[in-house]
């Protein structure tokens, strides 16, 4: 038996994962708080919602604005009436080589991806609270099992991800709070296309050295990240997921979604290096592929 009009917040809602779960859960019928940092982005979003739907200037890097945020849901929700759930999605995604990233970009990656979640979890779980059986919904990665080159730091947040969704479900259990990890594989979404833009603008700063050492894995990112035709799944199929941890009577704790997210899981469970040879043949591949014309 699924739970009914529910109250929830979504961060990073502007677009992708974060902007698919947060229509999707309007349009179930559900109330929605759409954590957005540009007004426009909440106007746009606002335009295609039902009156139930309200965007709110959230920031997860911003200690100031987080608390904010909390004051005018507490506001709106009025006297006593809490959150039903948080769906913590506002990501971005780093890519360089961990010898050249700077330690600015690798910090502000964690400062995002996991300081981000951490701050809007502490001061929404008091939310929660009133309104049990309350749902925390992270959305991590297949990356977050499973490594990949020239994704050092991304992959490092979201195994840290992992780490605090299950510290946290077994901190709050008692609680009747249920926390789920979403785990999708490649996703269509903006983020690698802005993760591109930042990863050419290192790439520009590193010696001549360094480019053509990380030339192939440079490239055969570039074309996995920016190729039409590469594997992957749309936000709605994640958003599906999402819905279900929200409102399923007994939702999974985690979700891994993606043919891709699947194959790589079994990968890992290989030898190291029978793992690591496929990883660099694959590699290989896409970086051929890249310098055909």
């Not at 759409?34 to 606002?46: I, K, S, T």
């Not at 499973?146 to 605090?164: D, I, Q, T």
């Not at 999974?252 to 793992?275: F, K, S, V």
Request: with cysteine; proline share 5%; aromatic share 4%.
């Amino acid at each position: 038996m699924a739970f009914l009009k529910r109250t929830i917040l979504v961060t990073g809602s502007s677009t992708g994962i974060g902007e698919a779960c947060a229509l999707s859960l309007d349009r179930s019928g559900h109330r929605v708080f759409a954590g957005v940092r540009r007004p426009e982005d909440g106007e746009r979003l606002a335009s295609q919602s039902s009156n139930r739907f309200r965007w709110i200037a959230l920031d997860v890097t911003d200690e100031a604005g987080v608390r904010e945020a909390v004051r005018t849901m507490r506001h709106a929700l009025g006297e006593g009436r809490g959150l039903d759930g948080v769906v913590n999605n506002a990501g971005i995604a780093v890519a360089a080589p961990l010898e050249t990233v700077s330690l600015e970009a690798f910090q502000h990656q964690f400062e995002v991806n996991v300081f981000g979640l951490l701050r809007v979890t502490q001061h929404v779980l008091p939310l929660i609270r009133l309104a049990p059986p309350g749902r925390i919904v992270n959305i991590g990665s297949i990356a977050g099992r499973v490594a990949s080159p020239m994704l050092g730091a991304y992959c490092a947040s979201k195994f840290a991800v992992e780490a605090m969704s299950d510290t946290l479900r077994l901190e709050v259990k008692g609680e009747g709070i249920q926390v789920s990890l979403i785990e999708p594989g490649v996703v269509f979404t903006p983020i690698w296309e802005k993760s591109m833009a930042a990863a050419e603008s290192n790439e520009a700063q590193m010696s001549p050295e360094g480019r053509a050492r990380y030339a192939d894995l440079t490239s055969a990112v570039r074309r996995l990240a920016t190729h039409p035709r590469r594997p992957g799944v749309a936000p709605e199929v994640v958003a599906r997921a999402v819905v279900h941890a929200l409102t399923a009577t007994h939702p999974r704790t985690r979700y891994l979604i993606g043919r891709d997210a699947r194959i790589r899981n079994l990968l890992r469970l290989l030898p190291d290096r029978w793992h690591d040879r496929i990883v660099q043949a694959a590699v290989a591949r896409l970086a051929a592929r890249a310098k055909k014309p």
